[in-house]
Nanobody, 127 residues
């Protein structure tokens, strides 16, 4: 069992930056590929970014490519999402998720494959 707790959300002006953090419990964090997803009011949850178990592979939604960076620290059981050049359309609840996998280099953009989810953190970008 893995418990995920997100932090770092808040209110920021357009063009600003935020860094989200996701802390994972347990001693097998490096066995999980990780992802960030978001859900805006009235919309379905959408993929934002994913990172492999090793951290060597990453993948981004087109809408955030070049602005967001996903990273992980397996020694600290944490995954991060650095968000720069934020836009009002980035406003959403952001969730981190974990997917157990034997493949160290794979990334997973499909939410259906994830085993564990955090409770989410609100990001609001004002214009």
């Amino acid at each position: 069992q893995v418990q995920l707790v997100e932090s770092g959300g808040g209110l920021v002006q357009a063009g600003g930056s935020l860094r989200l953090s996701c802390a994972a419990s347990g001693r097998t964090f490096s066995s999980y590929a990780m992802g960030w997803f978001r859900q805006a009011p009235g919309k379905e949850r959408e993929f934002v970014a994913a990172i492999s178990r090793s951290g060597g592979s990453t993948y981004y939604a087109d809408s955030v490519k070049g602005r967001f960076t996903i990273s992980r620290d397996n020694a600290k059981n944490r995954v991060y999402l650095q968000m720069n050049s934020l836009k009002p359309e980035d406003t959403a609840v952001y969730y981190c998720a974990a997917q157990r996998t034997v493949y160290s280099g794979n990334v997973y953009p499909n939410a259906l494959g994830y085993d564990y989810w955090g409770q989410g953190t609100q990001v609001t970008v004002s214009s």
